[in-house]
């Protein structure tokens, strides 16, 4: 939108009057509660508001349905000034607006999808001091228009907060959803030096966090990294056989077949995405597709279906899934192999972003490895037709991480989190490796003669992958190994007693357990790491759990509750009211056209069934419930309870 037309206003328009010296304790429980209707913060929120409250710069590393857009929102709150918040997609800034309308917090935002009499009109709204929040596009925000225009008049007439970059793994080239756009803003602190910025992120390696400060110039900024355990997912890995789709089904369906658990299934393919979709609605599932091959219209209709609760299930490949909100899907299906473990970890993550348990299924085929290898092959220069070898390397090297991911016995937290350089160490009681644990054997001598191997050849200035190390140890007389001289090594042959998957499962516990290292420049070659010398010297032992020597068909249900069981809780009057408080808040949504989440969250019902609050003051005590939604809501909802109680007490 040009800003060349900009409305004149008067210097003294009024605006909205907030102080930051609300920064005492109970200060911000209060401001949490009246605006969030919440009575604590989660962990770790409180410290990431407070360094924003002060004006320092910040790079925050927040899980996904950790609470990091509440630790810059509430800040815009209490911040003189207007914050603006850079989102990188349309429906996740409208999605954000409507959740903070709904609270009673001035927010809003320009984008494309407005027009130009409407974006006009909020800009003028803006700048006279009407809203808190703005949510704007990279690609607006860092036109001349903005830079040189609306900004430095905004700053004049209401002054800016700050600027929050949200999702801000895509500054960088190392992240998982790169857009050059996002490289620009740089430029914000060489124009606006006195104004902070703060940085949030789902998900962001070392590598990742370092080139995130660096590109957004961040003077001395505040690190906060959260644990990247999602302790109310439960993580499961199933053989991929002619069962699968009945598995999907009864899953869709629910325990109870009442089918209103809301899910996602990922697909690689958009032909498989479509057949799969159209086989769950013949079966009776409210399912619907999604992916870059359907027209805009279908995409967004098919999508505020879902969030509406109108549909089910969205079946869909990974185009789906950062620009929505929606908290309460109940499961994730991989019907396909995932590209990379930050991928999966931000797809699996879709679901349970209330806290509520939920579950993450990934089915794995052989045919899923043809697929995956073909897909690599693609990466192809469009200039010349050459292969792009070196992002090839790297795909192939990223798709065998999830390859281990997949095949191992080890727990699946511990391997999720040390992607991301965070020590767990299980059992976690929330995977199937876990709960239905495959027997453990002692492998320290195969680990000794393993890791031996590395280092004579370490000694030689030569470093290899994992498959070469394995012919030396099982005696291969291929030729490239006998041109180097490797058949004199003394570590040569004396691994025949392994077959080569058994080698392979003994290099993933390694690697999972930190005791090897393998590079990440797409030439996957092995090394030695401290903790490598305590084993070598006997000072550790090597339990791995072995796979099983054939399928085991049955597994114990775990600590994690299956899906439903969220909803299914408490006394059968507990369940029977939730039940009703459900249907009246999708028709008090669709009266407003909202999505029922953003009415009240199912935590939120499932106090008021186990409350039964009959009136506004003790309405006001359940989680979520600010003066905002207290207004608007009590009436209805301590009607229907109190309705609910005369039928049953």
């Given at each position: 939108?040009?800003?060349?037309?900009?409305?004149?206003?008067?210097?003294?328009?009024?605006?909205?009057?907030?102080?930051?010296?609300?920064?005492?304790s109970?200060?911000?429980?209060?401001?949490?509660?009246?605006?969030?209707?919440?009575?604590?913060?989660?962990?770790?929120?409180e410290?990431?508001?407070?360094?924003?409250?002060?004006g320092?710069?910040?790079?925050?590393?927040?899980?996904?349905?950790?609470?990091?857009?509440?630790?810059?929102?509430?800040?815009?709150?209490?911040?003189?000034?207007?914050?603006?918040?850079?989102?990188?997609?349309?429906?996740?800034?409208?999605?954000q607006v409507?959740?903070?309308?709904?609270?009673?917090?001035?927010?809003?935002?320009?984008n494309?999808?407005?027009?130009?009499?409407?974006a006009?009109?909020?800009?003028?709204?803006?700048?006279?001091?009407?809203?808190?929040?703005?949510?704007?596009?990279?690609?607006?925000?860092?036109?001349?228009?903005?830079?040189?225009?609306?900004?430095?008049?905004?700053?004049?007439?209401?002054?800016?907060s700050?600027?929050t970059?949200?999702?801000?793994?895509?500054?960088?080239?190392?992240?998982?959803?790169?857009?050059?756009?996002?490289?620009q803003?740089?430029?914000?602190?060489?124009?606006?030096?006195?104004?902070?910025?703060?940085?949030?992120?789902?998900?962001?390696?070392?590598?990742?966090?370092?080139?995130i400060?660096?590109?957004l110039?961040?003077?001395?900024?505040?690190?906060?990294?959260?644990?990247?355990?999602?302790?109310?997912?439960?993580?499961?890995?199933?053989?991929k056989?002619?069962k699968?789709?009945?598995?999907?089904?009864?899953?869709?369906?629910?325990?109870?077949?009442?089918?209103?658990?809301?899910?996602?299934?990922?697909c690689?393919?958009?032909?498989?995405?479509?057949?799969?979709?159209a086989?769950?609605?013949?079966?009776g599932?409210r399912?619907?597709?999604?992916h870059a091959?359907?027209d805009?219209?279908t995409?967004?209709?098919?999508?505020?279906?879902?969030?509406?609760?109108?549909?089910?299930?969205?079946?869909?490949?990974?185009?789906f899934?950062?620009?929505?909100?929606?908290?309460?899907?109940?499961?994730?299906?991989?019907?396909?192999?995932?590209?990379?473990?930050?991928?999966?970890y931000?797809?699996?993550?879709?679901?349970?972003?209330?806290?509520?348990p939920?579950?993450?299924?990934?089915?794995?085929?052989?045919?899923d490895?043809?697929?995956a290898?073909?897909?690599?092959?693609?990466?192809?220069?469009?200039?010349?037709?050459?292969?792009?070898?070196?992002?090839?390397?790297?795909?192939?090297q990223?798709?065998?991480?999830?390859?281990?991911?997949?095949?191992?016995?080890a727990?699946?937290?511990?391997?999720?989190l040390g992607?991301?350089?965070?020590?767990?160490?299980?059992?976690?009681g929330a995977?199937?490796?876990?709960?239905?644990?495959?027997?453990?054997?002692?492998?320290?001598?195969?680990a000794?003669?393993?890791l031996?191997?590395?280092?004579?050849?370490?000694?030689?200035?030569?470093?290899?992958?994992?498959?070469?190390?394995?012919?030396?140890?099982?005696?291969?007389?291929?030729?490239?190994?006998?041109?180097?001289?490797?058949?004199?090594?003394?570590?040569?042959?004396?691994?025949?007693?392994?077959?080569?998957?058994?080698?392979?499962?003994?290099?993933r516990?390694?690697?999972?357990?930190?005791?090897?290292?393998?590079t990440?420049d797409?030439?996957?070659?092995?090394?030695?790491?401290?903790?490598?010398?305590?084993?070598?010297?006997?000072?550790?032992?090597?339990?791995?759990?072995?796979?099983?020597?054939?399928?085991?068909?049955n597994?114990?249900?775990?600590?994690?509750?299956?899906?439903?069981?969220?909803?299914?809780?408490?006394?059968?009057?507990?369940?029977?009211?939730?039940?009703?408080?459900?249907?009246?808040?999708?028709?008090?949504?669709?009266?407003?056209?909202?999505?029922?989440?953003?009415?009240?969250?199912?935590?939120?019902?499932?106090?008021?069934?186990?409350?039964?609050?009959?009136n506004?003051?003790?309405?006001a005590?359940?989680?979520?419930?600010?003066?905002?939604?207290?207004?608007?809501?009590?009436?209805?909802?301590?009607?229907?309870?109190?309705a609910?109680?005369?039928?049953?007490?």
């Amino acid at each position: 939108m040009p800003h060349t037309d900009l409305p004149e206003l008067p210097e003294s328009s009024p605006s909205l009057q907030h102080s930051a010296d609300r920064a005492d304790s109970s200060g911000l429980q209060q401001a949490l509660k009246l605006h969030f209707g919440f009575d604590a913060f989660r962990p770790g929120q409180e410290a990431v508001v407070r360094d924003a409250l002060a004006g320092r710069d910040l790079l925050a590393i927040m899980p996904t349905g950790g609470g990091k857009s509440l630790c810059f929102q509430l800040p815009a709150l209490l911040r003189p000034g207007v914050m603006i918040v850079v989102s990188p997609l349309i429906a996740l800034m409208q999605d954000q607006v409507r959740l903070l309308t709904d609270n009673g917090i001035a927010a809003t935002y320009l984008n494309s999808s407005l027009d130009g009499r409407t974006a006009f009109e909020r800009t003028s709204a803006v700048l006279r001091g009407e809203f808190k929040l703005l949510y704007l596009a990279p690609e607006r925000l860092m036109t001349a228009d903005y830079l040189d225009g609306f900004l430095p008049q905004l700053i004049a007439r209401q002054g800016i907060s700050a600027f929050t970059v949200d999702e801000a793994h895509c500054v960088s080239e190392w992240g998982h959803d790169f857009r050059p756009e996002y490289r620009q803003m740089g430029q914000l602190r060489l124009r606006f030096p006195e104004i902070p910025v703060f940085a949030f992120t789902a998900t962001a390696t070392g590598r990742v966090r370092d080139d995130i400060a660096a590109q957004l110039r961040l003077h001395e900024p505040a690190l906060h990294v959260a644990s990247f355990n999602r302790p109310n997912l439960f993580y499961a890995v199933k053989p991929k056989s002619s069962k699968t789709y009945g598995e999907l089904l009864d899953l869709a369906r629910g325990g109870n077949g009442d089918g209103q658990d809301a899910g996602i299934v990922y697909c690689l393919s958009r032909r498989r995405v479509d057949e799969l979709a159209a086989k769950l609605a013949e079966d009776g599932v409210r399912a619907l597709p999604y992916h870059a091959g359907l027209d805009a219209e279908t995409r967004r209709n098919n999508q505020d279906a879902f969030i509406r609760d109108d549909a089910q299930v969205i079946v869909a490949t990974i185009a789906f899934g950062m620009g929505i909100n929606k908290p309460d899907v109940r499961w994730v299906v991989h019907y396909e192999l995932p590209k990379t473990m930050e991928g999966y970890y931000q797809e699996a993550g879709r679901a349970g972003r209330d806290g509520e348990p939920a579950r993450c299924t990934l089915y794995f085929g052989v045919g899923d490895i043809r697929t995956a290898e073909f897909l690599i092959a693609q990466k192809i220069d469009p200039a010349t037709g050459d292969a792009l070898e070196q992002e090839q390397r790297i795909a192939r090297q990223q798709l065998r991480k999830v390859l281990d991911y997949a095949e191992s016995s080890a727990c699946r937290r511990e391997i999720q989190l040390g992607y991301f350089g965070e020590a767990f160490f299980g059992p976690c009681g929330a995977c199937d490796n876990c709960t239905d644990p495959k027997p453990v054997e002692d492998w320290t001598l195969e680990a000794q003669q393993f890791l031996s191997c590395v280092a004579r050849l370490a000694q030689r200035g030569q470093r290899f992958g994992a498959a070469y190390l394995i012919e030396i140890l099982r005696g291969a007389e291929s030729q490239k190994l006998i041109d180097r001289g490797h058949q004199q090594l003394s570590v040569y042959g004396i691994g025949k007693a392994r077959t080569q998957d058994e080698w392979r499962v003994l290099v993933r516990a390694l690697l999972h357990q930190g005791l090897l290292e393998e590079t990440n420049d797409g030439y996957p070659v092995l090394r030695l790491t401290e903790s490598s010398r305590a084993l070598l010297k006997a000072e550790r032992r090597l339990l791995i759990a072995v796979p099983p020597k054939r399928e085991r068909v049955n597994g114990r249900g775990g600590r994690a509750r299956k899906p439903g069981a969220a909803a299914s809780e408490g006394t059968p009057l507990e369940v029977e009211l939730f039940e009703r408080l459900r249907a009246l808040r999708k028709q008090l949504a669709d009266e407003q056209k909202l999505p029922p989440y953003v009415v009240f969250a199912d935590a939120a019902l499932r106090a008021m069934a186990a409350r039964r609050p009959t009136n506004r003051a003790e309405f006001a005590e359940i989680p979520g419930v600010g003066s905002h939604k207290l207004e608007r809501y009590s009436a209805a909802f301590t009607q229907e309870i109190r309705a609910f109680r005369a039928q049953h007490e």
